[in-house]
Nanobody, 126 residues
Framework: QVQLVESGGGLVQAGGSLRLSCVASGRIFSNNLMGWFRQAPGKEREFVAAISRSGGRTYYADSVKGRFTTSSDNTKNTVNLQMNSLKPEDTAVYYC???????????????????WGQGTQVTVSS
């Protein structure tokens, strides 16, 4: 089993920045994919960013490319999401997720991820 705990959410004005962190514990493997998703009220949960723990390759949704950066510290089993130039439409609950060690599927699909954190609220005021 894997446990994920997010932190760092809050209220920020448009144009501001926030840094989310996700600490993983349990059966963490080097070839996991770590992802960030978000869900706004009345909308489906959507992909935001992902990072491969083995090679550090990153992936981003078009809506956040150039503004958000994900990184990982494998020694601490931590993944971060630096969010800059925030917009009101970024308001959502942000979730950290990870795949099983030998996963199949795409980095942007919710079905690829087996473990999820409880989420942290990000609110961007205009």
């Amino acid at each position: 089993q894997v446990q994920l705990v997010e932190s760092g959410g809050g209220l920020v004005q448009a144009g501001g920045s926030l840094r989310l962190s996700c600490v993983a514990s349990g059966r963490i493997f080097s070839n996991n994919l770590m992802g960030w998703f978000r869900q706004a009220p009345g909308k489906e949960r959507e992909f935001v960013a992902a990072i491969s723990r083995s090679g550090g390759r990153t992936y981003y949704a078009d809506s956040v490319k150039g503004r958000f950066t994900t990184s990982s510290d494998n020694t601490k089993n931590t993944v971060n999401l630096q969010m800059n130039s925030l917009k009101p439409e970024d308001t959502a609950v942000y979730y950290c997720a990870t795949t099983p060690p030998y996963y199949s599927g795409t980095y942007y699909s919710r079905a690829t991820y087996a473990y999820w954190g409880q989420g942290t609220q990000v609110t961007v005021s205009s």
